[in-house]
Structure formats: C-alpha cells, structure tokens
C-alpha cells in the first residue's frame, strides 16, 4: 500500500517568508507526528495529532512553527517568517494508534532558508 | 527525561563480517526500544522494536537486537555484513507519557 508522502521534497525560501509542509499519512492511521532532522542528528520532535487535535505540541521551538490536520488525515507544518536557523529536513511519519505503535516515516522535506 | 545515546558516530565492517551498532538508553519505567534505518535522501526505515517478552528481537534484513535491561542496552547486530547496509542507522526509545526520542545516530559503512 502506499507509504506516507511529503511535498514539496524540496523548499527553498528567503529569510522571512511563509512555508507550508504537507504531509499525507498511511490511510487509516490515527497518529501523525512531525520531526526536525538537521545534519548529523538524530530527528527532533516538533508535534503529534491523534485525529484532528495536537495530542503534544510541546516540541514546536517557537510561536512561529505551527500545524495543522483539520480532517484527521493530511497534516500542514506551517512556518512563519523564516529564518536561516529553520533549515532541515523536515519529516512526517504516521502509527495506527499513537502510543509504541511504529511510526512509518515520509521522504521528508529539505527547507533552505536563504 | 528519556534520552538515548549511541556512542559511536561510525562502525567500519568488511563484508561477510559480523556487525554490531551500539544503542543505550536511558528511561523511567519499561521501554519501548526501536531501530530505523536511513538511506541517502530517504526517510527512515522501521528495522525492528522490542515490546516485551524474549530479549533477542529479529528484524527485516537480518537485522536482531538484544534488549538487556540491567546494561540499558539494546545493539543491533547482524551475522554477516553486506555492502548495501552502508547507511545511517538511528534507535529510539518510547514510554508511555513521553514521546518518541531519537538517538543521534551512527553511520555504518561496509567495505567489499
């Protein structure tokens, strides 16, 4: 079946701008989280949804990071005025039930904040 | 707090050699232990998880790890090494009120 998607695969932005980062989970699956790769480390949580509600916001840096999954299945990482210390591999995964179910992960997103 | 360390930032195997990628966590209460692998430019990949029960855990690939509770480990392994292993190999850990914590990583490379 098919596996959780991202897009873009690739962003590139000017410092200050807006970005939005799709997610699109394994159909069925009631959890979605959304992680931060930099180089050399290892991901870092941001945010989880169980259904439509952020069951966990508590990895988001600031006020300026921000998602979304208003119909409990695709998900929007949404950053606002961007600044160069955003800039990562920004990935999605998605588990059955939440919890210690296995998350399967998405290609994820390069952003490059000029 | 949960973390996890993997204390080498690379394994070198020649092919045909057995493996070893290190793992040690810290965590309150029972565990739940995870390793991925991550291919260039791709995400990562589900290898295997310890839940309970037997500690000797096998995986996709070949791939096994060993969860030893007193030691706080739980190292992947494989017996024989093939060079499209060479990739970037992360383990996590989970408890229930937490959330997911990822490792830094190691890179493993397997030489033909």
């Known amino acids: 079946g098919a596996g959780v998607s991202q897009t873009p695969s690739n962003k590139v932005t000017e410092k200050g701008k807006y970005v939005e980062l799709r997610c699109d989970p394994i159909s069925g699956h009631t959890a979605l989280y959304w992680y931060r790769q930099s180089l050399g480390q290892g991901p870092e949580f941001l945010i989880y949804?169980?259904?439509?509600?952020?069951?966990?916001d508590s990895g988001l840096p600031n006020d300026r990071f921000f998602a979304v999954r208003p119909e409990g299945s695709v998900s929007t990482l949404k950053i606002q005025r961007t600044e160069r210390g955003d800039s990562a591999v920004y990935l999605c995964?998605?588990?059955?039930?939440?919890?210690?179910?296995?998350?399967?992960f998405g290609p994820g997103t390069r952003l490059t904040v000029l | 707090a949960q973390s996890v360390a993997q204390p080498e930032d690379q394994v070198n195997v020649a092919e045909g050699n057995p493996l070893t990628v290190k793992c040690t966590y810290s965590v309150s209460g029972n565990p739940y232990l995870f390793w991925y692998v991550q291919y260039p430019n791709r995400g990562l990949q589900f290898l295997l998880k310890?839940?309970?029960?037997?500690?000797l855990v096998k995986g996709s690939y070949g791939f096994e790890a060993e969860f030893n509770k007193s030691q706080t480990s739980f190292h992947l392994k494989k017996p024989s090494a093939l060079v499209s292993d060479s990739a970037l190999y992360f383990c996590?850990?989970?408890?229930?009120?937490?959330?997911?914590?990822f490792g830094p990583g190691t890179r493993l490379s397997v030489l033909p």
């Open positions: 996590a850990v989970y408890n229930y009120g937490q959330n997911f914590v």
């Open positions: 310890y839940i309970t029960g037997d500690n």
């Open positions: 995964a998605s588990s059955l039930m939440g919890g210690a179910d296995t998350q399967y």
């Open positions: 949804f169980q259904g439509t509600g952020a069951a966990d």
